[in-house]
Nanobody
Framework: QVQLVESGGGLVQAGGSLRLSCAAS????????????AAWFRQAPGRERVFVAG????????HYADSLEGRFTISRDNAKNTAYLLIDNLKPEDTAIYYC????????????????????WGQGTQVTVSS
């Protein structure tokens, strides 16, 4: 399994930007981060956790939730064992805990929007957007 640690959250004014990071580490060297598809989910206060963006193990396949209006960009640097989520033009409704998730795959293009398809999760990072 892979261990994930998110960072980069904080309090920001509406209209600002944040880049969240998800640092991955593995217990056994054969489970390298480049063998995992990854995604970001978020959970707003009083609401269920929902999919935000996903990326395949080789970064060519990306997918975003339909409602995000193009303000989110997911990326990864396998050499640094890190995934990122850039959020531009932040809005108060983006306030949530953002979670990174990953799951091993043999496919270079597969990703999933279903949180039940992810076996590894970080502890989350809080993003708060003030109006």
């Amino acid at each position: 399994q892979v261990q994930l640690v998110e960072s980069g959250g904080g309090l920001v004014q509406a209209g600002g930007s944040l880049r969240l990071s998800c640092a991955a580490s593995t217990t056994f060297s054969i489970y390298v981060f480049s063998s995992y598809y990854a995604a970001w989910f978020r959970q707003a206060p009083g609401r269920e956790r929902v999919f935000v963006a996903g990326i395949s193990r080789s970064p060519g396949n990306l997918h975003y939730a339909d409602s995000l209006e193009g303000r989110f960009t997911i990326s990864r640097d396998n050499a640094k064992n890190t995934a990122y989520l850039l959020i531009d033009n932040l809005k108060p409704e983006d306030t949530a805990i953002y979670y990174c998730a990953a799951h091993w795959t043999s496919s270079s293009t597969y990703l999933s929007t279903d949180q039940n398809h992810y076996g590894s999760w970080g502890q989350g990072t809080q993003v708060t957007v003030s109006s």
